[in-house]
Nanobody
Framework: VQLVESGGGLVPAGGSLRPLCAAS????????MGWYRQAPGKQSELVAD???????NYAGSVKGRFTIFRVDAKNTLYLQMNSLKPEDTGVYYC?????????WGQGTQVSVSS
C-alpha cells in the first residue's frame, strides 16, 4: 500500500497544523494506523494511533494537544496538532502499528519556531 503524507509546515509555537495521510486503498478501517515522528537526532516515535474501531492512543508528550482521526470514505488519516511546541518539530509519517516496512512514505515536515 502507498501512503502519502502532506500538510506539514512552519508555524510559531502555539500554532496549529493538520497533516494528512492519503492511502492508495481502503486500509484505515482494517488496521491500527499511527502517526510517527522522526525528530532531529532522535529515534522515531509513535505519537498517536487509532484502531479499526476508532479507539485512539497518544504519547504522553502530545496527549491533550493532538487528535488523530480518519475519513474512511476518502482513505485519509489526519493528525490535528494544536498548541504546537518547538519539540514537536520533526518529519511526520503515517503507517500501520506495527509498521509495514515497505510502506514508509516521504513524510511531511513540521517545524515549530520558538
Amino acid at each position: 500500500v502507498q501512503l502519502v503524507e502532506s500538510g506539514g509546515g512552519l508555524v510559531p509555537a502555539g500554532g496549529s497544523l493538520r497533516p494528512l495521510c492519503a492511502a492508495s486503498r481502503n486500509i484505515f478501517s482494517l488496521h491500527v494506523m499511527g502517526w510517527y515522528r522522526q525528530a532531529p537526532g532522535k529515534q522515531s516515535e509513535l505519537v498517536a494511533d487509532i484502531t479499526s474501531g476508532g479507539l485512539t492512543n497518544y504519547a504522553g508528550s502530545v496527549k491533550g494537544r493532538f487528535t488523530i482521526f480518519r475519513v474512511d470514505a476518502k482513505n485519509t488519516l489526519y493528525l490535528q496538532m494544536n498548541s504546537l511546541k518547538p519539540e514537536d518539530t520533526g518529519v511526520y509519517y503515517c503507517n500501520r502499528n506495527p509498521a509495514w516496512q515497505d510502506s514508509w512514505g516521504q513524510g511531511t515536515q513540521v517545524s515549530v519556531s520558538s
